[in-house]
């Protein structure tokens, strides 16, 4: 009854926990069906070290928000060295590559930004201009052609600089191939128009710099993008419910703690799905697992209002009422879900932060 009746997702998921018992086939298809709902070709590969989260990803996932309308993943990305680093020698000019081809292609782009870190030292009054490299220049042939796509005021208390990407995010997603990066200045605004250099917005890696240092001083890509599912879903209308803090396992409530007189009607059941259990805790980085719940129960005639039934759930009771045989009682369903965040590192080892809707159910009734 339950599988015919409460959506897909949560349906993957209880069949993939239930399903530890049965045949290896079974399970596969069960995995293969979440990892589609999910959005994944592919299972991810087991992370070999412990997760590296960049802050400003902890931070969004602890905080349960996208920043830019629309998204429902973000991505973070850090510079990929090339050969043509060598060629920016200085402290306050370089040029940073940000690897996006894996992507999805379905993935459209609703916002994107690079953090600098600001390191301790003088402070004066400073812009970071961000340029869109459009097309390199060749030495001795042709200047680069750059497009300056943000110019941030440097103020002196600020640890952290955010400059908007989106432009040259969109571009690289819609002509892959002519990805050449992001060039960064950064100038001292002085009256007299000179550009002197100051050596505290980290732009590129100095070979003093320890790997745990320049991963946290580090600029940072962070792209956020819609996928598919997720616009489709916006484009039908499916209002955006507020997400729910996510429960932490010791909350976790279980099936036999539940009262007999209750298991009649209709009404929301725990379930904790635990990411352990799925076999799928070595590449979700967070949360552990989540409280989906599930709908079970009887719908009776006459059908009562807080069994948030339909009208045509009101009809299809009664006709029950009348002649079991000819149709069937209402059916116990979710009908009102909400959203939870995942974290997880994607094949190319970075990280992902995903909003998917649907997941746990809020409200059940008779439909
Ligand atoms: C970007 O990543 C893809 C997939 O890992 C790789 O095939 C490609 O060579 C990379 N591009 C550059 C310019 O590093
Ligand atoms: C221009 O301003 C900078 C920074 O304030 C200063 O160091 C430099 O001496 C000035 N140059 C001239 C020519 O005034
Ligand atoms: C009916 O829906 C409301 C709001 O979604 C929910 O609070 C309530 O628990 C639901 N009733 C049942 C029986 O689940």
Redesign the pocket.
């Known amino acids: 009854m339950r599988g015919a009746c409460a959506c897909a997702v949560v349906c993957a998921l209880v069949a993939l926990c239930a399903c530890a018992g049965l045949d290896e086939s079974t399970r596969a298809a069960a995995e293969r069906q979440l990892l589609s709902l999910l959005g994944l070709p592919r299972r991810p590969p087991p992370r070999r070290a412990p997760a590296l989260v960049p802050r400003a990803m902890r931070l969004l996932y602890d905080r349960s928000a996208l920043p830019a309308a629309a998204a429902n993943t973000a991505r973070s990305f850090y510079h990929t060295p090339t050969h043509l680093d060598d060629r920016f020698p200085g402290e306050h000019r370089f040029r940073l590559f940000f690897n996006v081809s894996g992507v999805p292609t379905d993935e459209v782009v609703r916002g994107a930004d690079v953090t600098f870190q600001r390191a301790v030292g003088p402070t004066?009054k400073q812009r970071l201009l961000l340029y869109d490299v459009v097309r390199p220049g060749r030495r001795g042939k042709s200047e680069p052609i750059l497009r300056l796509i943000d110019s941030v005021p440097l103020r002196p208390a600020e640890g952290t600089v955010r400059a908007d990407a989106s432009g040259a995010a969109r571009r690289w997603l819609r002509e892959p191939r002519d990805n050449h990066g992001l060039l960064v200045r950064v100038l001292?605004e002085?009256?007299?128009?000179?550009d002197?250099l100051y050596p505290h917005v980290r732009v590129r890696r100095r070979a003093t710099d320890e790997h745990e240092e320049w991963q946290a001083l580090q600029p940072l890509l962070m792209l956020y993008t819609e996928d598919s599912r997720a616009r489709e879903a916006r484009e039908r209308g499916e209002t955006r419910l507020v997400r729910s803090k996510r429960a932490a396992p010791h909350k976790r409530a279980r099936a036999h703690h539940r009262r007999k007189e209750a298991r009649e009607m209709c009404q929301r059941r725990p379930l904790f799905v635990d990411f352990a259990d799925v076999g799928w805790s070595d590449w979700i980085v967070a949360p552990h697992g989540y409280d989906a719940y599930y709908c079970q129960g009887d719908c009776p005639f006459p059908l009562a209002d807080h069994l948030n039934g339909t009208n045509h759930a009101i009809v299809q009771t009664l006709v029950n009422s009348v002649n079991p045989a000819a149709v069937p009682k209402a059916c116990c369903v979710p009908t009102q879900l909400s959203s939870i965040s995942m974290l997880y590192m994607d094949e190319k080892n970075n990280v992902v932060l995903k909003n998917y809707q649907d997941m746990m159910v809020v409200g059940c009734g008779c439909r």
Do not use: D, K, V
């Not at 002085?190 to 000179?194: E, I, P, V």
């Open positions: 004066g001292e002085s009256a007299n128009g000179t002197a």
